[in-house]
């Protein structure tokens, strides 16, 4: 049974800086993509970032709303995915899922994505 548990989120001040951790179990996700997504309250949805494996190696991409202040990375004896997120601003604000991609296609599209987990609450106040 695959299972993904997220951690880090919290309240933070505006500039400030946290790191989620989304770590596997039931599964080796070293060779997965996997994604990180966030859902504010009343909106949809959104993509955030994601790691990708392509057969050979990986490579990020980002949302334009957080390229070059988020980065995500994997530690693969660890089976864990990270988001650094760097000048936090109050729109960062939202419950971030981590999500391993189940079909090809659109990397930024959370319906192609088989598994979840519960998420964790970031809060960044003005």
């Known amino acids: 049974q695959v299972q993904l548990v997220e951690s880090g989120g919290g309240l933070v001040q505006a500039g400030a800086s946290l790191k989620l951790s989304c770590t596997a179990s039931?599964?080796?996700?070293?060779?997965?993509?996997m994604g990180w997504f966030r859902q504010a309250p009343g909106k949809e949805r959104e993509f955030v970032a994601a790691?990708?494996?392509?057969?050979?190696?990986?490579?990020?991409t980002y949302s334009s709303h957080v390229k070059g202040r988020f980065t995500i990375s994997r530690d693969i004896a660890k089976n864990t995915v990270f988001l650094q997120m760097n000048s936090l601003k109050p729109d960062d604000t939202g419950v971030y899922s981590c999500?391993?991609?189940?079909?090809?296609?659109?990397?930024?599209?959370?319906?192609?994505?088989?598994?979840w987990g519960p998420g964790t609450q970031v809060t960044v106040s003005s």
């Open positions: 790691i990708i494996w392509n057969g050979d190696f990986s490579f990020n």
């Open positions: 999500a391993i991609q189940g079909q090809d296609g659109d990397f930024s599209d959370w319906r192609l994505y088989a598994f």
């Open positions: 039931g599964r080796t996700v070293a060779y997965d993509t």
